[in-house]
């Protein structure tokens, strides 16, 4: 739900003093593009002109309200002794700017004539505009943004304009299809998708100041009945948006990683990238932490020179902008996370934009959950962890050394019965279930678990976690679903969630061509999960669960070989789904760690 950030910023943010008002003037401006367009622009100016100040910009479909030059938002508080010229944009087509708005606006990497516009140009002419019309300004820009801002913050960075010194993309969406927001390795994000699309996609005739939503009458109690009550996934709009939202439908056209997806994806563009950047990302980020990891990622493939940064930390979608972050569902961190990323994040800029500090800022700053410390590495993922393979064995069996037992395991994955993604009655979805009990899925026919030996020793994975599954199934489709859990010595044996991940099956070999199983025979599924830095520590056990169903975060696989959006109520079946455990056809986990 990236409507959470949109929340996060109006009220969690930090906010500024009462004095605001008194120490900065508000101008709105609209800015002209090179193609006509013009983008409606808020931009806040220190009052204070003992010296030249740097430019902080945030550019976002969520609107840069509030409107008029009367009307003041609310400004981080970490800057407010900095004197940065704040500057908030409607983005092309969105709120009170002109334009058409493209959801992920594709990069065009070869602009031929003014009418070809991206987001890269749109930033790129803002910046143009700010350092020739906004006096006392000292040259430099900043641009940051979490979650679709954090997109547009990382589309600003090809062809950046020189003025562009530094970049945060935070918790940015990235790859809608492959880890992001709409899709997870080609799973499709139910729940999620459907409910911000009510809130965000109502067409809009005109520029105005407030979206309403696509279906004003819609009333969810209970997120678990309501979606599996609608049946099949196209009744969706026949039943709620009757064609009103485009974004719904484009994404329900393009179910494979087609060109509509390839186009949507920033990655391959984050080339001979220019500004320093750091990327920002939270362990418990339901949303984006494919986002952050991979962004960084990208940057630090193909364009090496770059001074590229990363910090990844124990929070929630956006929750680093908290005033106060020590604790989520059944961890405690020990200390303030959100306080210790804010100070950060201000030193990164004001190194860059005003030249103050010492730059000397680690390559890689991560949290370690379990331990509770962060720690920093010269790349990430760190080149001191090690790999080591897990394997699935017979009675329910996680060994860290033995290699293979014999035979296999099975259960039934009813459509009709999905396994929900958490064990609370709700009207949305609970950002917990990335770090819940899963003690209410491990009881479950449907799911199997293997468990390690209690640890005699800290064990701290640094990196990538990959299954490798033997499987098969009785038809032609299935969802697989990988958890890695820390149990708890804690009298209950609270098996606590650290990582998750869904692989759609027909995309196990291709999210641009999908493959049917053959019914019953042994396939080969590799799901590689985010990345993972945690602790288990001594008197700890480790536990893998493997299901495939995930409801209604997921929608449900008809476990037919079969385009999901087309698919009636017949098409549903039950599966007998194997996961082998033999010399022949071992299953395992691959993991990195620091021990």
């Known amino acids: 739900m990236r409507r959470v950030f949109f929340a996060m910023i109006v009220i969690c943010s930090s906010i500024i003093t009462a004095s605001a008002q008194g120490t900065y003037t508000k101008i709105e401006r609209m800015i002209p593009m090179r193609d006509g367009a013009k983008l409606f622009t808020a931009i806040y100016i220190p009052k204070d002109s003992s010296e030249k100040h740097p430019f902080l910009m945030m550019r976002t479909p969520y609107s840069c309200a509030p409107y008029g030059e009367d009307k003041y938002r609310r400004l981080p508080t970490s800057y407010a002794k900095e004197n940065y010229i704040f ?92 880890g992001d927001d709409a899709n997870h390795r080609g799973a499709f994000f139910l729940m999620d998708n459907f409910g911000f699309m009510n809130f965000f996609d109502h067409p809009r005739p005109q520029p105005w100041k407030q979206y309403p939503s696509v279906n004003d009458s819609l009333k969810i109690t209970d997120v678990y009945s309501f979606y599996l009550n609608i049946g099949p996934i196209k009744n969706l709009d026949k039943l709620y948006f009757h064609g009103k939202s485009q974004i719904w ?15 949507r994806n920033i990655r391959p563009h ?10 920002v990302g939270g362990w418990f980020d339901a949303e984006d932490m494919f986002g952050a990891l991979k962004t960084y990622e990208a940057i630090e493939k193909q364009s090496p020179k770059n001074d590229n940064h990363l910090i990844m930390g124990p929070w929630t979608h956006g929750a680093w902008a908290r005033p106060e ?33 010492t730059g000397n800022f680690p390559e890689a700053t991560v949290f370690v959950t379990g331990s509770n410390e962060w720690k920093s590495f010269d790349q990430w993922p760190a080149k001191e962890a090690k790999a080591q393979t897990w394997s699935l064995l017979s009675d329910n069996k996680l060994s860290l050394t033995k290699k293979a037992s014999t035979g296999y395991d099975e259960y039934v994955s009813d459509p009709a019965n999905p396994v929900p993604y958490i064990d609370k009655k709700s009207d949305d979805r609970i950002n917990e279930y990335m770090a ?9 026919k449907d799911v199997l678990h293997y468990e390690s ?48 991940e869904v692989l759609r099956g027909k995309f196990r070999n291709s999210f641009v061509t999908p493959e049917p199983f053959v019914p019953n025979k042994v396939t080969a599924v590799k799901l590689v999960l985010n990345d993972v830095a945690h602790t288990f520590l001594k008197g700890h056990k480790i536990m893998i669960q493997v299901q495939s169903s995930w409801f209604p975060l997921v929608d449900r696989n008809p476990q037919k070989f079969i385009n ?28 990195m760690t620091l021990n």
Do not use: C
């Open 453 to 500: 030996n209690v640890l005699e020793n800290d064990l701290t994975l640094m990196g990538a976690v990959t299954a490798n599954l033997s499987a098969s199934i009785s038809g032609t489709d299935a969802d697989f679903i990988v958890k890695l859990i820390d149990v708890l010595p804690d009298g209950t044996q609270t098996q606590q969630l650290v990582r998750a």
């Open 87 to 178: 500057v908030y944009q409607d983005v092309r087509g969105r709120y009170m700017s002109d334009g058409q708005f493209q959801e992920m606006t594709p990069a065009i990497d070869n602009k031929r004539s003014g009418k070809d516009v991206d987001e890269s140009s749109d930033a790129f002419d803002t910046v143009d505009w700010l350092l020739k019309n906004v006096s006392n300004n000292n040259g430099n820009v900043g641009i940051y943004g979490i979650s679709y801002p954090g997109f547009y913050a990382s589309a600003s960075l090809p062809d950046a304009h020189p003025a562009i010194k530094a970049v945060s993309p935070q918790a940015p969406v990235t790859d809608e299809f492959e």
């Open 325 to 357: 972050w020590s604790k989520f569902a059944g961890y405690s961190f020990g200390s303030n996370t959100s306080a210790y990323f804010q100070q950060k994040e201000v030193d990164f800029f004001n190194y860059y934009l005003k030249g103050k500090g």
């Open 270 to 279: 984050l080339k001979n990238v220019k500004p320093a950047v750091l990327v």
């Open 249 to 263: 439908n484009e994404y329900l056209a393009h179910s494979t990683k087609d060109a509509y997806w390839q186009a």
């Open 564 to 591: 999901i959006p087309d698919a009636d109520a017949k098409d549903f079946q039950k599966a007998t789904i194997r996961i082998y455990h033999d010399a022949k056809n071992p299953s395992s986990i691959e993991v």
């Open 436 to 444: 819940a009990d899963q003690r209410f899925a491990y009881d479950r």
